[in-house]
Every structure is written in C-alpha cells, then in structure tokens.
C-alpha cells in the first residue's frame, strides 16, 4: 500500500478525532474573533450570535461524529484490504476514536451554554 | 504493480511455517557477522548501527539529567534559607532557565527517542532502523549543541529568561546579550534530532515490522513511538518557527512581539505551548508505552486490555493539542474562550486513567514479582496519579489564577514529570539493562535507590504544593523571612538531595557493571516480546514470522528458531551485505529487502558543520557561520550520493518460497515515506507561519492595510500564480522525460524548472517591497508578510541544491527509469514548494482585500 492510500485510511479511522480538532479550532476561532472585534455580544432577534453558532457548530460536530461511530460499529468504515483481523481491528479503533470524539466534542462545547462570551 | 493489491500481493505463510527450515550453510553467519561488524577503535565514531547509537544516546541523555540535576540542587541549596545570598539572582535565572531547558530539550525528549532508536528495531524483529545514519546525525547534532548549551553556563553567557523564555523580557530590549540567542538557535537546531528521530519511527514502525506483525499484534511500545512521532511532526513546527521569528524580531528588529507596532507577545505564548502542552505527552507517553512493555512480562501476564491502550494513547495524542490555551489562563483571553480549554483539560485525563486501570488490572491478574523494575513502576503510579490529581486541579481557572506562578505549580508538574517519567525511566534502565552484557543491575543496591529516591522525591516536592499555596512564587532567588516559608523550604531542600542520593547509587552501580557486547542472549524476565530473542549487532539471526502479540510466550521454539536461521532473511543476500526487510503497513506482509549503509563518517562532520552553523550565528559570526552552512550542504550531498543505486540487483530469495526485489522507488519505498513524513513536518510550521498571520491581524487589525496604499496591484497576483503553477509544470514534463529515459529532455526540463521557480519568487517578493513599499521593521504587518516570504525563500533555496544535485545524478548516469528515488524525493518537495508559494502569494494579496 502506497502512502496515499495508507494517508486516506489514517484519515478515515481518526475521523471522530479529527472533526473533534475541526469543531474545536471552528470554536475557539469563532470565540477569540468575536471577542477582538468586540462582537461577543452580538444578538440577532434577541438570540445571542455566539453562542447559538456554538451550539450549531457543536451539533454538528456531534452529528458527524456520529456517523461515523455508527458506520464503524456496522462494519463499515475505512475500507482495509488486509486480513480480517487487522480489519476488524482498525473498525473497533474507528468506532473507539468517534466515541471519545463524541464525549470530548460534547465536554468542550457545554460551556458555550453556561459562561459568558468575553468578559 | 498496482497499489490496490500490495497488502495482499505477497501471501502470508500460515503460523508455524519455517522459512527456511533445512541447516544454514556455514559460513552465511560469518558473512552476516562480517557485514555487520561494529567499527572499532576511533573509527567507532563512524558507527550507525542503532544497537550502538541507541545506548551512546541513552548515556548522553542521562548526563544531561546528571547535569541539570546538579543545577536543581544548586537552586535548593540557594533557597534551603532565606535571604540566602549564595547564588546571585543573575546566576540564579541562568540557573532555573537552564536546568528547566536541559531537563526538557537535552534529558526527557532525547532520552525517549534514545530508547526508540535502541529497542525500536528489536521489539518489531528488524535488523536496524529504516535510517540509520540519520539517526547517527541525529545523535552528534544533540550531543554538540548540549554540550555547548551546558558550556554556555561557565561563561555565563547562558539563557535566563526561563524555560519558555517569554517576550518582551527575552527580545532585544530587555535581553540585549547573546544569552537568549544561546537558547533560540543552540535549542532550536536539537530540534532537527527530535524530527529526524520522527522520520525513523513513522517509517520504522510501519514499514519494519516482521512479517505476520499486523497492526493489531504490534507491542504498545510501538503504538506510542507512532503517537510520539505523530505528536513531534505537528508540535515541534510551532517551536520552531516561533524560534524563528523571535531570533528574526532579535537581529532585525522585525516587531512581531512588540505591542507598539502591532505584534503581540501572546503570539509567542500561544505557539510555544501549543508546542510545550504536546511536548508533556511527547515526555510521557513513550514513558507509558515502555511501563506497557514491562509489566506483561513482570505480572507475567498479557497485557490486559490491548484495544483499549492504543485507543488511550491515540486519544491523548489528539487532545493534548486541545489544552495549551491553559497555561494562559491568567493572560485576559475570553472567558469562554478558556472554558474550552479547561474542558478539554479534563476530558484528557480520562484516557490516562484508561492506561493506569489497565497496568494495574494486568498487575491484579498476573503475580506481581518483586524486583527493582515492578518497584520503580509501582512508584510511579502513585506518583503521577497524585501530579494528575494536582493537574486536574490547576485545569480549574480560578484555582489557576490563584496559584498560577507559584511553587504549587512547580510541585505539580515535578509531580508529573518525574512520575511520569523519571521512575518508568528507571524502571526501564533496570529492566533492559542485561541486554548489554548479559549482567542483572543488583537488586539489594536497587531496592535502596528506589526507596531513596521515592522518599526523596516526595519530601522534596511534595512540601513546594504548601509553599506555593501560601504564596511563594517561582523563580525567585531569594524570600525574606516571616512568611511561613522557612521549614518547607529547608526540607525541601532535604529532599531534594535523598532524591539525589538515590540517583547516584543507581549510576554507581550502572559505572560498575557497564560493558557493551554485541551478542544479547540473556532474558532475564521471561519476557514474551521479541527485544529477548538471541540477538547480535545484526539484530537477530533471522527475521520472525510472527502471528501473536507476545510471540515468545505463544510461538514455543521461536527463540532457537530463529538463532538457527530458520526463519526469513538469514543471512545476506546482495553485495552490501546489510538488509531488512520493508512489509506493508497493516499487515506486515513481506514487500521488498532494503539494502542498509555501514559505518560512515559523514553524519558527525556534518553535525559538526551544522552546530558550528547555528551556534557561530547566535554569536553574530555569520561569515563564518556561512561557511560553515555551506560544508554542510556538500557534505549532505555527500552523505546522499552513495544511496539510491536503483533496482539494480535481482529479486532474492528470503524464504518460503517468497521472492522479493530489491529496494524499491515509487510510493511504496521506505524513501517516499520519508520524505512524506518531512512534508507534514514542514507544512505543519507553514500552517504555524499563517496561523501567525492570522493572529497578528486580529489582534492589531489597524496595522494590515486598508485601501489600496501598501498593497501590490492584483496583476502581480495574477503573474506570480502563474508562474508558480509554470514551474509545476516543469515538473511533470521533468518525470514523463524520465519515464522515457529521454535525458536530455529531463535536464532541459530541470533547467527550465529551476529558471521559472526563480521567477515565481521573484514576482512573489518584489512587489511587497519595490512596489507596496513594505519595510518588515515598520510593523507587524510588514513583519510577517516577509517572514512568509522568507519562508518560501527558504524552500526555493533549498529546492535549487535539490534541483542541482538532481542534474548531478543525472550527468553522472546515476538517474534513470528503474534508478530514480533522488528524483522521485526532489519531485515530492517540488510539489510541495510549488503550493506552498501559490497559498503565500494569493495569501499576501487577497487577505488585505478580503476583510480590508
Ligand atoms: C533532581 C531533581 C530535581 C530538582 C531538585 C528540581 C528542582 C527544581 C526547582 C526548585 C525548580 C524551580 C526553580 C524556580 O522556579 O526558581 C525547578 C524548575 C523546573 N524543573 Fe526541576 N528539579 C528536578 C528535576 C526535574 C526534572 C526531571 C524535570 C523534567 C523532566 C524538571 C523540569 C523543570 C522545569 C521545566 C522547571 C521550570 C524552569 C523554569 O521555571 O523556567 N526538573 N526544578
Ligand atoms: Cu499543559
């Protein structure tokens, strides 16, 4: 297996991990943004911006993560070509890294509900 | 052959298969002993196998701790009483900041990769690493650049700025001398031992393991060099361009941390500890992953709970990039904003426990033996629970603010540290240490160094967690009386050197017993993993097929087996006498035979060249310092011209009926894998450089230009892309020529490449100053445009000594169809570069627009 294909199966079985970082970097980029440009308390018809995109991003995130989780636990997944152990193996880490994505998308965007944006 | 095949192409024999099971010709083992032979006398210093790295690694790492540790106590003798006037405040910064540098960049980080390059090879039944004389280089670049490091304390010349060296103190201002330089480039270039050590773990661990040792049986230890490796490849970059940058505001005055021209020192702080957070897990998880491979073997049972560890290593390689933002705490960044990364603080504690109920269900299951290495590990349990404990109590803000910068959080990460580290190290030292010469390190000598060293330990920090909550900062040289501070200082002191006593007992006892002896045939633990087979400076005799996670307890025979050379590859096959064999990365299925270089003196004189390099800059030397860059280059020519000799012996027989060629160009090479890994290395510190970007601008948006003064008309835009993409398009012309072996076409092509890349910079830099006007000392702006710019310039720099030694091969008849891995890297960092300088440019002059 070359590397781009290795690269691609990589991808696949960090995915919960990885839309974990994305959600994460979407967030607090979001945050430090608002609060530079003093738009932390920015409110459209009464809902306040931030924290509703937060929210957004936070079930999205959590939505994809998801996915992924159950696709891996159906023996779906990042396809493998090599014996059924090492494939069945790489599912079992797929779904594993999705539900500590899960959890840790989840633990990192509560706070958004709960703590004021800049002070 | 197609890549979709390639993990089934070659078909695995069913275990218990010999490989080669008929007698060995006799004198195949001498062949093998002769190709293998370690270099004796001076030229000993032109050894690369890593049996011989691995342990002169591990001995400089420990003299680097012996050292620091000395300055620790120092520091605890000038603070057992107060108004101590011993060490003056001036030595004391140089000091703390030294012994806390030393400790992470010269003791902790090197010693973990040390141990990789020593077992790494022999846990995975592989005859070397993929580069050894990589790794050789590796080795002097780190032992110069400490030793210079440490020397700079006697001149006092040495940093004292503190372990993270902080701006505005460190920049030219406030720190005028040379000392910062000291610790920017002196530290900064050990780093290109940290990256090399990466490469050879990637490509180690997924392209060297013996055949059968699919993902799911390879030992944890394995799975933690991986996350290691992955954790230096998107950590380190940060450190190193914010190096960069603050040598660059140092020497140019380029203000990317000055307030008052729109930098910011929290750009600094941000990129060092998304560095320095990692870098605790770069420290601890190889620690953990060495506990991993013990315990099994002293409980005497498998490890319990397999999946699991690698899933907690894995995790807690993620999210530790997720927590940097907490040692900030006390700096004003938005409160949710920190939140976040309290969060995620905590959420990464729970793979850590993971770890520790497996180690401890594996004690439970098995039979505990009491020896030295079970004591040490037993000791760090309890130890790093407890520094998790405080960990989880520093991720609570305002307990943070409370106790941020006092010795709370000395007690808490030497807690962590030396727990998480030091104790598995021992334990470790002890544990493999027969493999030298065959010698046990004494048990009653090691029972007393434990116990002075765990009793130490904790009475020596256990007392900082009190003296920090009653306020006594750190870094401070002196305290006045009357605060409360007076006994726990002393018995700290106290403490510290038990803890020290203990430490020296073990070394005395390791002076004692030193010897190196190729052959390794005690197994002293009944360990179950493959490091205890019969080995020899070769490695082992033959390369194990391997169906079982711990194969000397589950394969009966394997050891005798595989001595006798039953098994594949045992002896050499081509004329170069040394090889390994490269299997694919999931399955371990057998793919090529890798020819190996013997010893070579080219990795220290080229670390040589490159420490006098970094170090004659820090001391303004730079014409020499030139010169000194510029035998490096050659000798890196050098050390590349001999490699690449193309598939240009026939496939070899290594047993089972299995053939395989001999090395291989394309995707599939241990090379192209390489040179993927430096990839990921460079673009994450080009990812850093534009994060810098980004950054500045949202912080002092007032600086970036608004309108059309200070920006470049977008037709140079239009230009410099096209170029770019022109000088890609050389590229793919250079390899259909190549493919055809139409040479003179494939130099024409390269000449071509060289000549419009050198234009595509040219439309790229020019107008930034001769036509925006962007002066970099002006502000932050300027700053970090033409940092990007010297980034790109950098790369086009070293592509052109690419792209020449390229044309080189090319004339010399040593590049062609079937000879062409020189061209197949350059084509990689081509590649690269040419995006690279699409993503500058188009950064340089759409950003301004888009949100001016
Ligand atoms: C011999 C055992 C050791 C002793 C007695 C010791 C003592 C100390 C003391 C007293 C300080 C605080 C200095 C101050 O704030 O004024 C300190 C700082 C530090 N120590 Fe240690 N230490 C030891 C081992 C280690 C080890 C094994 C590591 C890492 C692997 C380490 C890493 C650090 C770091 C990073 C700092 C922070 C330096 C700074 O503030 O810039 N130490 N040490
Ligand atoms: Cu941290």
Partial sequence: MGSRRFTGLLVGMFAGLLIWAAHFVLVYGLTGLACARGLGGATLLGVALVPAAIV???????????????????????????????????????????????????????????????? | MTERGDESAVPLPPPGTLANPGPRPPEELQRLERAWACPTGWRFLTVVNNSYVGVIYIGTAMLFFVLAGILGLLI???????????????????????????????????????????????ILGARDLPFPRLSAYAYWTYLIGGLAFFASLLFRLAPDGGWFMYPPLTSYVFSPDVNADIWLLGIGFIEIAAIAGAIEMVVGVLRTRA????????????????????????????????????????????????????????????????????????????????????VPALARHPLVGYRWIVLAIVGTGFI???????????????????????????????????????????FGRGRITWTVPSLFILGFLFIFVLGGLTGVMVAVIPFDWQVHDTYFVVAHFHYVLIGGMVFPLFAALYYWWPQLNGQTLSHRLGVWAFGLMFAGFNIAFFPMHLTGLLGMPRRVYTYPAGLGWEWLNMISTLGAFILAAGVALVLFDMLRRFGLRGRVDADPWDAGTLEWLPSDNYGTRSIPLVHTRDPLWEQPDLARQVDAGHHFLPGPVTAAGRETLITSPLDARPQYVMRLPGPTWVPLLAAVTTAAFFLLLAFKLVAIAIVAGVLTVVLYCVWM????????????????????????????????????????????????????????????????????????PLWWLAAGAALWVAAGGCFAWARRALRRNAHGMLRLALLAGLGVMGAAYAATLYPQWGVAGLDPTEDAYAAIVFALLSWQGFHVGVLTVMVLYTLARSLSGRLHAQRRLTFDNTMLMWGYMVGQGLVVIGLIHLFPRAVG
């Fill in chain 1, 56 to 119: 957004a991003a936070t079930l999205a995130a959590l939505l994809a993560t998801g996915a992924v989780w159950l696709a891996a636990w159906r023996g779906g997944g990042p396809a493998g070509e090599g014996r059924d152990e090492t494939v069945r193996f790489v599912r079992w880490l797929t779904a594993g890294f999705a539900g500590l994505g899960l959890m840790s998308i989840l633990w990192v965007g509560l706070p958004a509900l709960q703590v004021p944006v800049c002070a």
């Fill in chain 2, 76 to 122: 605890r003798v000038q603070l057992a009483v107060p108004e101590n006037d011993l060490i003056g405040h001036a030595a004391f910064n140089q000091y703390f900041t030294v012994h806390g540098t030393a400790m992470m960049f010269l003791f902790a980080v090197p010693m973990m990769e040390a141990f990789g390059v020593y077992l790494l090879p022999a």
């Fill in chain 2, 211 to 294: 055949p059968g040792m699919s993902l799911d049986k390879m030992p944890i230890y394995a799975w933690a060099l991986l996350v290691l490796a992955g954790m230096i490849i998107f950590a380190f970059p940060a450190i190193i361009v914010a190096t960069i940058l603050l040598e660059l505001e140092r020497a140019f005055h380029w203000p990317f941390f000055m307030a008052e021209k729109g930098g910011d020192p929290l750009l600094w702080q941000h990129l060092f500890w998304f560095f320095g957070h990692p870098e605790v897990y770069i420290i601890f998880l190889p620690a953990a992953g060495l506990v991993s491979l013990m």
């Fill in chain 2, 320 to 362: 530790s990039f997720g927590l940097w933002v907490h040692h900030m705490f006390t700096t004003g960044i938005p409160t949710l904003s920190l939140a976040f990364f309290s969060a995620a603080s905590m959420a990464v504690s729970v793979p850590s426990g993971i770890q520790v109920f497996s180690w401890i269900a594996t």
């Fill in chain 2, 641 to 712: 011209w001999g490699s690449d000799q193309g598939e240009d012996e026939p496939p070899v027989d290594i047993g089972a009926g299995i053939r395989l060629p001999v090395d291989r160009s394309g995707p599939q090479s241990h090379s192209w894998w390489g040179v993927v890994t430096l990839l990921l290395v460079d673009g994450t510190g080009f990812a850093a450089l534009v994060w810098s970007y980004v950054f500045l601008w949202t912080v002092s948006p007032e600086v970036w230009p608004a309108g059309d003064a200070r920006m470049a």
